[in-house]
């Protein structure tokens, strides 16, 4: 049987779109919704942090936790596992707190199946040509990566469709305001 959880709130949107920004505006204004912290085995960017941005691990150690049945999704994304651990999502959910998952499309999919209504929004670039800029720009991977970034951002965009609800990010603050209010409101259309 499908979990409930109104509490779930799955941000998706292609690699450099601003999910960061967006999501950090969105913790700033509204106190009660926090990220949950994921896993991954990509290398640490520089400026980022081990257990602030993600837990980092080796590609060993993050398949003794699949074999342990510790993420509740994990997928593969651009060469690198990425994954939500099961704990800490059902913590912050016994505790009635909001709590979002940046997660790709096909790690979307499976937490859909577990639980069938969390809201799941997909944030969209102002262009193509915008984005595919401010990949480039970032310039914080190899060529190979990046050129596989940008297939996959096509990809993730063609997928914009089944989620509840796609926004724009061509101001941050705007974006991440947007997405407070359909939460709230998705939230008071569902009798919360
Ligand atoms: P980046 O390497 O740019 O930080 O993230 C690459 C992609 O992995 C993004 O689309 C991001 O949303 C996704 N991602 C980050 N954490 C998770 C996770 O725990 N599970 C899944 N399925 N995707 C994730």
Known sequence: ?????????????????????????????????????SVTTRKMRLGEKDGVNYHFLSRENFEKKIENSEFLEYSEYCGNYYGT?????????????????????????????IYDDCFSIFILPPSIEALKERITLRNLDSKDDLDLRLKRAMIEIENACNYDFAVENDVVDSC??????????????NGV
């Open 1 to 37: 049987m499908k979990s409930k959880s109104k509490n779930l709130i799955i941000i998706s949107g292609p690699s450099g779109v601003g999910k960061d920004s967006v999501i950090s505006r969105i913790q700033s204004i509204d106190s009660k919704i926090s990220l949950a912290i």
């Open 85 to 113: 651990l099961k704990k800490p999502i059902e913590k912050a959910m016994k505790s009635g707190r909001k709590i979002i998952l940046k997660i790709d499309i096909q790690g979307a999919e499976k937490v859909r199946e």
């Open 176 to 189: 991440a305001r947007k997405i407070i209010d359909k939460i709230y409101e998705l939230e008071k259309n």
